[in-house]
């Protein structure tokens, strides 16, 4: 099993910074909810190795990429994309 899977305290950044609790399943699907409650959504990813990939979607229609890599097994560090080109920083921890 990856060490992806679990809950995480993470953080987006890019345009504003925003704390978002994330659950990522065995399967490499996930769901995710930002800590004030207004944006939420899920993920569909695949483990290869220390990295996680794929799409993710809101429930508003925003969608886009992420790639996430394995720091320690506990704290990831990587990047998020949007359909409209918008990029950012993506960090997390258990």
């Given at each position: 099993m990856s060490d992806f899977v679990g809950e995480w305290r993470t953080v987006w950044t890019g345009g504003t910074s925003s704390?978002?609790?994330?659950?990522?399943n065995s399967d490499g699907s996930g769901s995710f909810t930002?800590?004030?409650?207004?944006v939420k959504g899920s993920l569909n990813g695949t483990f290869q190795?220390?990295?996680y990939?794929?799409?993710w979607g809101q429930t508003n229609g925003?969608?886009?990429t992420f790639n996430l890599a394995l720091t320690s097994p506990k704290t990831f560090d990587g990047?998020?994309?949007d359909h409209l080109h918008v990029e950012g920083r993506w960090t997390g921890e258990k």
């Open positions: 704390r978002v609790a994330v659950i990522i930002r800590e004030q409650g207004d190795g220390h990295a990939y794929g799409k925003d969608w886009g990047t998020w994309a």
